[in-house]
């Protein structure tokens, strides 16, 4: 199946030089860190034009931040199939229904997916500053 993963510039090399999209917080409780498993955040939507908003302070980010840490700019195309979607996933792992619902605020709950693993390179096609219109890593072995 694919699906996206969005990560910001800051991220972007790091994750290509180590081969890996690491695993973070899954949210699953609303004060309680790792509750549940630790996963990767993906999407089936193409593209996250959501802007950049600090959602504690609800206002926008200056530009300079927002360059290098606008988790929308780089997008990373992969294949995999065992990925979850997270409405189901999150109340397998007993996600309190006002939580889920103040998550909801914030997207589209039916575009989420998750990975209870760290995403290899293995599992990547391209991964694009989609901002810039830059290619930035490209499996070759297509």
Request: charged content about 25%; some cysteine; overall charge positive.
């Amino acid at each position: 199946m694919l699906l996206y993963h969005f990560t910001c510039r800051h991220h972007a090399a790091n994750i290509i030089n180590q081969g890996i999209v690491n695993t973070t917080e899954s949210n699953i409780h609303e004060k309680i860190k790792h509750y549940g498993p630790d996963v990767v955040w993906i999407t089936n939507h193409i593209l996250f034009n959501q802007g950049c908003i600090d959602l504690r302070n609800k206002c926008r980010l200056p530009k300079e931040f927002k360059e290098n840490f606008d988790k929308h700019a780089i997008r990373i195309t992969i294949d995999i199939s065992d990925a979850q979607h997270w409405p189901i996933w999150s109340c397998k792992h007993k996600i309190k229904k006002g939580w889920y619902r103040r998550l909801a605020r914030s997207g589209d709950p039916q575009s989420w997916y998750v990975v209870e693993r760290c995403i290899t390179q293995d599992d990547w096609i391209i991964i694009e500053d989609v901002q810039k219109g830059e290619v930035l890593w490209e499996n070759q072995c297509l």
